[in-house]
């Protein structure tokens, strides 16, 4: 008596090889993912550090301009 599959061993191995694969796509994209993350996260915090020097020099040329005009 040949003993009856429920499901074909190969559809098996591709199925297997399916979920494998998914496996290791999700976990790229996560580490692309975190990446991205903090790649923008740096690069965010740059912005707003260059913008608050920036903002902290021409506050300090306004006082200078408006102690030199009130002399």
């Known amino acids: 008596m040949p003993s009856k599959s429920t499901t074909h061993p190969a559809v ?3 199925l297997d090889a399916i979920i494998g694969l998914l496996l290791v796509v999700s976990l790229l994209l996560a580490l ?10 740096v690069v965010g915090v740059l912005v707003i550090a260059i913008l608050g020097v920036v903002g902290w020099y021409a506050y300090l040329q306004n006082l200078s301009r408006y102690a030199a005009g009130s002399d």
């Open 32 to 41: 692309i993912a975190i990446t991205l993350s903090g790649v923008f996260g």
């Open 12 to 14: 098996l191995v591709k």
